[in-house]
């Protein structure tokens, strides 16, 4: 019987196809700035988000955190809501490195509105931290995939502006959002400062993160990103895995979105396991189990008995991830499992 394995979708591994483009990367130092594959990637993506410019980083803990060094200055202060990644999944990065404070807003699903933006605003006082930066998390992941609405990002952008505070996209799995509701990337890319993407989850590539934004922003994003160890040399090989995703992988992510569909709503019958529906809109479930009596762990190591692999990110609750190597058989595989587990 095949591993289904649902822990995340950055254990996709590249196709045939994609090492083939990889393989046959026109090469370059990417440092100097002259690797041919990545320039043509950076400038694509960037014309995709409706930007100036964009930047091949390694991940996208690098991207976000290369984005709220370029917009701050040592005790200024970003906004995010309360399960953002940047604050439950970057080791305090924004912290350490850059030496900013950070403000959680306790959201719905991850979505905050304008006006709470507007209440945690700190006044113009010497005792105060400067509110600097605004961050939202779209889609976001600790909410089961939920996608945060365009409008609100307009409203809470225009405040932005109004407040002279920068506003930043973790936008990590924007991809799927954009699949999800159609709205074009440019349309989410005009309302921020900046934006940082990644590679490695939904599109199937093996590394890599982008930060997308002003020409401004970039050659400053370039300076903190050698200071953070990001310079890499022959990125070719990274670049051409995603130009070849960005061709193939993005579309078919409604695939995707409909097993994770699937998932939910054939786990959510089982007795005592409890599932947001609403929140499962595009490829990550949540499962709360307490009711079954078992815990996380114990579900997710009898899953792994049963070939199945899911993962437990509470003391009763799971994770399960559709991509590209998981098709309808092995979600029908996973939920015959997961039956078998919790009967």
Avoid at 11 to 16: G, L
Avoid at 123 to 129: F, K, N, S
Avoid at 209 to 231: D, N
Wanted: hydrophobic share 45%.
């Amino acid at each position: 019987m095949p591993i289904v394995d649902l822990r995340s979708d950055t254990v996709t591994k590249p196709t045939a196809d994609m090492r083939r483009a990889m393989a046959e990367a026109e090469v370059g130092d990417d440092v100097f700035g002259d690797d041919p594959t990545v320039n043509r990637l950076q400038a694509r993506v960037a014309t995709l988000f409706g930007r100036d410019a964009a930047l091949f980083v390694p991940s996208g803990t690098m991207g976000n955190q290369v984005c709220l060094a370029a917009h701050t200055q040592p005790g200024d202060e970003v906004l995010f809501e309360a399960h953002a990644h940047i604050f439950d999944y970057e080791v305090a990065a924004a912290a350490v490195l850059s030496g900013i404070l950070t403000h959680p807003i306790v959201g719905t699903r991850g979505v905050f509105s304008a006006e709470d933006v507007r209440s945690r605003i700190r006044p113009v006082d010497v005792h105060c931290a400067r509110t600097r930066v605004v961050a939202v998390e779209n889609t976001h992941n600790v909410s089961g995939g939920t996608i945060f609405p365009l409008d609100e990002i307009e409203r809470i952008a225009a405040v932005c502006r109004e407040r002279d505070l920068r506003f930043h996209l973790d936008g990590a799995r924007i991809w799927n959002a954009h699949v999800a509701t159609g709205i074009p990337l440019a349309d989410y890319g005009q309302y921020f400062d900046s934006i940082s993407v990644c590679f490695s989850k939904g599109l199937g590539c093996p590394v890599g993160s982008m930060v997308i934004g002003s020409a401004a922003l970039i050659e400053r994003a370039r300076r903190i990103r050698k200071r953070f160890g990001g310079g890499m040399r022959q990125v070719c090989i990274l670049a051409a895995a995603v130009l070849y995703a960005l061709d193939h992988h993005v579309d078919r992510m409604a695939t995707d979105h409909d097993n994770a569909r699937y998932l939910a709503t054939e786990l959510c019958t089982l007795p005592g396991v409890e599932i947001d529906l609403e929140a499962t809109q595009t490829n990550i479930v949540y499962l709360e189990v307490a009711g079954t009596g078992k815990t996380g762990a114990d579900v997710e190591a009898e899953l792994r008995r049963r070939d199945v692999l899911a993962i437990a990110l509470g003391p009763t609750r799971l994770r399960c991830v559709t991509h590209l190597e998981v098709d309808r058989a092995g979600c029908e595989q996973a939920v015959a499992a997961f039956k078998e587990v919790l009967a």
